[in-house]
């Protein structure tokens, strides 16, 4: 089969990669598409979670079920589905504990141990599968993984007066936690560099400003970073008043990169809080993404096949766009 493959430093497509067997607590899943995004980009160049990542690249993907394991009754073959990414133990004291999210064997598709979903066959844990709206388009299945992602963010502020919102970033996860949060009580804006997503913006009725065009003022309440850069973080830091809380939504350090974080005594002095946060429900995102409360139209900036799998994980790491699509 054909699939997006890395091996040692390099990328490139396989197409004679073996198809995965189906094994007891999996099911193989058809891909019709898989999104790419900074994450992916981050493992093709060792900067994941697990810098000697091996096999195939992706973790976001809507397809459909081909098998499943013997004596399996909540699935069957045919049935329209996306993926949970991340695939937690259920032994260990984090998932007994409750945070599965911090599993100490966890893995996850595409980033670490297990293969992704840049290819024609997927093996998937059966807990991680599931079902996924007919009504749904591709687009906005593959998109509940970001939405999944900006929920959280709510869970981690915990509004609750009406406060100062910035989100740093022009991805799908940054137009998601623009949308979410508006609609949670909060003065949102969303600063970016794209004009594709500022114009979203616009015709979504959300405040936006170019990132260049912003006071650094240190008069947000809440200051998002879904860019996840050392010069994001320090724009968060100028932004964010004190006492105030700053959301870190990704964090990467690419090889090579010598931008220093800026200096933490400003961040003691200012007594400013700050929150990580991972992905939220995806079963939760994709009900509100049926019921259509958040704008998921023309996320997407790029539409490439799997032929152009390389392509389109160079077009993942361009910031002009906000989405990358993968047709399988």
């Known amino acids: 089969m054909r699939a997006l493959v890395r091996r040692g430093d390099s990328v490139s497509l396989d197409s004679l990669r073996p198809e995965p067997a189906l094994d007891e607590g999996f099911a193989l899943v058809k891909p019709s598409a898989a999104a790419l995004n900074m994450l992916d980009v981050a493992v093709a160049r060792g900067a994941g979670p697990d810098p000697a990542f091996e096999g195939v690249l992706g973790h976001q993907v809507v397809g459909t079920i081909t098998e499943t394991p013997r004596g399996e009754r909540r699935f069957a073959s045919g049935d329209r589905v996306v993926a949970n990414p991340g695939f937690a133990c259920g032994r260990c004291d984090m998932c007994r504990g409750g945070l599965a999210n911090h599993c100490r064997e966890g893995a996850t598709l595409g980033v670490r141990s297990l293969d992704g979903c840049v290819a024609e066959l997927v093996r998937v844990p059966i807990q991680c599968v599931i079902r996924t709206p007919e009504s749904l388009s591709e687009e906005a299945a593959l998109a509940s993984c970001a939405l999944a992602a900006a929920l959280q963010i709510v869970q981690a502020v915990h509004i609750e007066t009406k406060p100062y919102v910035t989100v740093l970033g022009d991805n799908l996860v940054g137009l998601f936690a623009a949308q979410v949060m508006s609609a949670r009580n ?29 006071g650094r ?112």
């Open 186 to 214: 909060t003065a949102v804006r969303l600063l970016g560099a794209s004009e594709r997503a500022l114009s979203l913006c616009e015709k979504w009725g959300l405040k936006h400003r170019p990132l260049h065009e912003a």
């Open 217 to 328: 003022r240190a008069d947000q309440d809440v200051v998002v970073d879904c860019v996840g850069t050392p010069e994001s973080f320090n724009t968060c830091v100028r932004l964010v008043r004190p006492r105030g809380r700053i959301v870190l939504k990704a964090a990467f350090s690419m090889p090579g990169e010598t931008t220093p974080r800026r200096d933490l005594l400003s961040i003691v002095e200012n007594e400013i809080e700050i929150i990580g946060s991972r992905s939220g429900s995806l079963p939760e995102a994709l009900s509100i993404l049926e019921r259509g409360e958040v704008q998921h139209d023309g996320l997407f900036s790029r539409r490439l096949t799997l032929d152009d799998a390389t392509e389109a994980l160079a077009a993942a790491a361009d910031p002009a766009q906000t989405g990358v699509l993968v047709k399988v």
